[in-house]
């Protein structure tokens, strides 16, 4: 059992939480209480009334973690603290989506005109910025279904993108940057590298150069033109960007450009979330001022007990929640799995990719770096994997087994056998010999224990 229990009236109201665990097992047991919201840590009582102290949530904003802290300052303790993960690999899926639907619309004999008066709505924010918006906001209303909270505080400043790379700047020079007089970033980078590819070294044309991202978009990487090089048509291929090819090695001397998308987020909840729920507004030096008055150590959930008002004097919670926002659902019905070829060179196993032509486009004629030569005796076949079936057992799924609760790794033989590992091997179990303790529904938590010096 948790060390603190949160507590709800028969209508769902919040009410305070306890930590008196043996009356909680008294009500669980008598009928006077019974679990609530589908956990082990919220219960909703039959008969009681409603005698609430307010207390206050402190929200940490961030582009990849959320700290979150809930603080009774009237008794001077804190009731719950939390970090809060953002799903991950959003933009790889929604590059996926984009594709596979231009290859749908590709397909048919009529598609209806589009105009070129479209214009996207007010407010309108990227897919990639609006779930992590979203995100605040539910978390902020998940934590009001089981605690009585009264005022919300976020930490969100406003932040000037141009000062962060530039701190001289001033009046017209912000219309002034080094791209003045381009059409756009590509035509800049062109120019700066004097249409140079820097891998092979040579001269070419605009319509046979790309602009190649250094750090990749999916690890964090952005269109800075610090973080773009000038690559032609045949080196920036497949073979190019693995893990061994020249354009890695390219990223790992390179000096990154400062990323700036948490500072653009911090001012999109700025001035998002107030519109959207009443909260209270506060500043990254207030916190970090606090903090320091109050010897309190340097995290998310820490800078969420500073922003609910939290001192040196209010008792801490030993435990914190540590939350990973999952996908709700894998939509994809095929996956390809890659041919495995022997190199004649050296006698490795490579893939297909890594012993390709090359080519990236049909309608160029340019003299590729050719790898298909060296394959040699193919050991495995390339193929697709068909998706029939979506299971209720997920990988993270908390099972009773035949050993005792365990996590599913998930499923084999069509869904018949769920998957699960114990002392180091991999086990299984007829999935109807099994009871599904803890379905995650689209976000996982661990329970991690404070350490204290």
């Not at 976020?154 to 530039?166: M, Q, R, S, Y």
Request: positive net charge; aromatic residues 8%.
């Amino acid at each position: 059992m948790a060390e603190l229990i949160y507590v709800c009236a028969t209508d769902g109201t919040p009410l305070m939480p306890t930590h008196r665990l043996g009356k909680v097992a008294r009500w669980l047991k008598s009928g006077r209480a019974h679990w609530a919201h589908g956990r082990r840590d919220t219960i909703i009582l039959t008969d009681v009334q409603k005698h609430v102290q307010p207390l206050t949530l402190g929200i940490d904003a961030g582009f990849s973690t959320i700290g979150e802290s809930v603080v009774d300052t009237q008794n001077h303790r804190e009731v719950y603290a939390a970090e809060f993960s953002h799903v991950k690999g959003e933009k790889q899926r929604n590059d996926q989506r984009r594709m596979y639907r231009q290859m749908r619309r590709s397909r048919l004999r009529h598609r209806q005109a589009r105009f070129n008066n479209r214009k996207k709505p007010i407010g309108w924010y990227a897919p990639s910025i609006q779930h992590k918006l979203d995100n605040h906001l539910k978390e902020i209303q998940r934590i009001k279904q089981f605690l009585p909270i009264q005022t919300v505080i976020v930490e969100a400043g406003v932040f000037d993108n141009h000062k962060l790379t530039n701190p001289k700047v001033h009046g017209k020079a912000y219309q002034e940057g080094p791209m003045a007089g381009y059409h756009d970033v590509k035509s800049y980078v062109y120019t700066r590298d004097n249409h140079r590819c820097a891998v092979c070294g040579h001269v070419f044309p605009e319509s046979q150069l790309r602009a190649h991202h250094l750090l990749m978009r999916h690890d964090g990487g952005t269109n800075n033109p610090a973080n773009l090089i000038t690559v032609c048509v045949s080196c920036h291929n497949g073979a190019n960007h693995l893990s061994n090819g020249p354009l890695k090695q390219l990223e790992q001397n390179a000096q990154l450009a400062v990323d700036q998308r948490g500072a653009f987020f911090i001012n999109a909840v700025h001035s998002w979330l107030p519109q959207q729920t009443k909260v209270m507004l506060t500043s990254g030096y207030i916190t970090a001022r606090y903090r320091r008055q109050y010897e309190v150590t340097k995290s998310h959930h820490d800078d969420a007990f500073v922003i609910a008002g939290g001192t040196d004097a209010d008792e801490r919670v030993n435990e914190w929640h540590e939350i990973q926002k999952l996908r709700h659902n894998n939509r994809s019905l095929s996956k390809f799995y890659d041919a495995k070829f022997v190199d004649i060179r050296n006698g490795a196993i490579k893939s297909g990719q890594e012993l390709s032509s090359g080519r990236t486009m049909r309608r160029l004629d340019v003299n590729y770096d050719n790898q298909r030569l060296y394959r040699g005796e193919q050991v495995r076949q390339g193929h697709w994997s068909i998706r029939r079936n979506h299971y209720q057992i997920r990988p993270g799924d908390k099972v009773l087994t035949r050993y005792g609760e365990q996590t599913a790794m998930g499923v084999n033989s069509n869904g018949a056998n769920v998957l699960f590992k114990m002392g180091g091997k991999t086990k299984s179990q007829s999935v109807k010999t099994i009871i599904c303790l803890h379905h995650l529904n689209g976000w996982q938590e661990a329970i991690q224990v404070v350490n204290k010096v």
